[in-house]
């Protein structure tokens, strides 16, 4: 289990999450069902005692562009009926409590470590919570749609997913990872933060390859034949790496490096780690560093790193300042120390 999602089973059971952010907290049910209908879709929203005894609804969001992370609550137990989501999808992993989701004609009991659940917009779905909560990724239909067609070869249209996610295999783990990681960093910027425009491209990257080529969807085998047709990867992938190297500074963008490259993303994925041995997003973090350490030696005496660091797409100051230990030998401050002296 990463140290993210140990973190946040450990905050789980204290305290809600993402609670700076909160946008609903109510105990009444058409107050629920209004305001959460506002921020996802409209939706019916029955508790399953008369009277809704013991009933309480808690939303909280930090929204990015493209994408949001989400914790909800109900206390008690509720039957939630939105239909289909039209708009967006969403990636439901429970903290506590349980639920049971009916997505199609498909049935999954969702639970804390085991099990979570993947709705898709054009499926629709019913659900019943029990005392549960639940972190939730909002990811926007049409980028998820785009992202598709560029991997698969295919005109643009619906993708459909299988609604189970299997947390014990490595693809369920790396996404609960990826959430509970997204999470942490909501909760530590704080609603008045702000995530650069790189790191938001990286996160949008990393959630679409999670959830694109680690989840079974009706495009996965187009994805895995389209991929690996190109025989030019060599020159492709100097191509890419010339492309990466000069727009470093930049929000990675996979379709326009694929444009570059004149090959598929999954290509240029697959062929990144057999001819370089590395994923695209550790090559561009090896060139940040390389620009994060060009910086320091020309800052100014009163540069603040911080900044440096954030505006060059990093999000997480500790796992930066390793990864450059590792690479330079010396902490960005040791850096800028001796550019100062």
């Known amino acids: 289990m990463s140290a993210a999602v140990q973190e946040m089973s450990a905050r789980t059971s204290a305290a809600e999450r993402l609670a700076d952010f909160a946008r609903v907290t109510t105990d009444d049910v058409d107050e629920a069902a209004e305001q959460i209908g506002r921020i996802f879709c409209p939706h019916d929203l029955t508790p399953s005692r008369p009277r809704a005894a013991g009933f309480s609804a808690r939303h909280n969001c930090a929204a990015f562009d493209g994408f949001s992370i989400n914790y909800v609550a109900y206390g008690g137990s509720v039957s939630i009926d939105p239909g289909c989501l039209e708009r967006f999808f969403l990636v439901q992993v429970p903290l506590t409590g349980s639920a049971r989701i009916r997505a199609g004609a498909g049935e999954l009991d969702a639970s804390p470590g085991r099990t979570a659940s993947l709705l898709s917009p054009t499926i629709p779905t019913r659900m019943a919570w029990s005392d549960c909560a639940q972190a939730i990724l909002l990811l926007d ?14 005109a643009a249209g619906a993708v459909e997913f299988d609604a189970a996610i299997d ?87 996979l379709v326009q490096l694929a444009r570059a490259s004149g090959i598929g993303i999954r290509a240029l994925q ?72």
């Open 141 to 154: 239909r049409r980028m998820v749609e785009q992202r598709a067609a560029a991997l698969s070869g295919r």
């Open 167 to 253: 947390l014990d295999t490595s693809s369920g783990r790396r996404l609960q990872t990826g959430l509970a990681e997204l999470m942490l960093i909501a909760e530590r910027l704080g609603p008045s933060g702000r995530m650069s425009p790189v790191a938001m491209a990286d996160w949008r990257e990393a959630l679409l390859d999670l959830l694109l080529n680690g989840q079974r969807h009706g495009l996965s085998d187009a994805i895995r034949t389209f991929s690996g047709q190109a025989e030019r990867l060599p020159r492709a992938l100097r191509a890419a790496r010339d492309h990466l190297e000069d727009n470093a500074g930049e929000p990675l963008d």
């Open 270 to 341: 697959l062929g990144f780690r057999r001819h370089f041995g590395i994923s695209i997003s550790q090559m561009l973090l090896d060139m940040r560093l390389a620009g994060l350490h060009a910086r320091l030696g020309q800052a100014a005496p009163d540069a603040s790193i911080t900044e440096i660091a954030f505006d060059l797409g990093f999000t997480h100051l500790g796992r930066m300042a390793g990864a450059y230990r590792e690479k330079f030998g010396e902490t960005p401050s040791a850096t800028l120390r001796r550019r100062m002296s």
